[in-house]
């Protein structure tokens, strides 16, 4: 494995955790959103990783260049996670039954996974 092998896997673990901070970071920054549909909340979103093992087992053969290790990033998954709903007929926001919509982010757990 040469020197570049190395910094192209770092450079692709980096990225990935460079998204999933991003995700982070806009999960914390809506947490205190509010809504008056659950369709238009806001929900948490989480990055799915897989390790990329590309012609892996080519990686030691120099007649294969194209060899690829390392993370990718398969796509940015919404959280499952119920909804907090919260009985606040004055609010500005609420629905005609007086509910509005906050979303599904905790955000210990948010920065916990930073």
């Known amino acids: 494995m040469s020197l570049y092998n190395v910094f192209d896997i770092a450079g ?3 990225s990935a ?3 999933r901070l991003n995700t982070t ?3 914390i920054s809506n947490a205190n959103s509010i809504s008056s549909s659950q369709d238009k909340v806001y929900r948490a979103r989480h990055p799915v990783f897989a ?3 590309t012609k892996a087992s080519a990686a030691h053969d120099p007649n294969q260049p194209n ?3 390392g993370v990718k990033v398969l796509g940015i998954v919404e959280s499952d996670k119920p909804l907090q709903v919260e009985y606040n007929p004055n609010h500005p926001s609420a629905d005609k039954d007086g509910y509005i919509y906050k979303p599904n982010v905790n955000v210990v757990e948010e920065m916990a996974n930073m």
Request: proline share 0%; net charge negative.
């Open 67 to 69: 060899a690829s290790v």
């Open 17 to 19: 955790q460079n998204i």
């Open 51 to 53: 390790a990329e093992l």
């Open 25 to 27: 970071a806009s999960n």
């Open 12 to 14: 692709s673990g980096m």
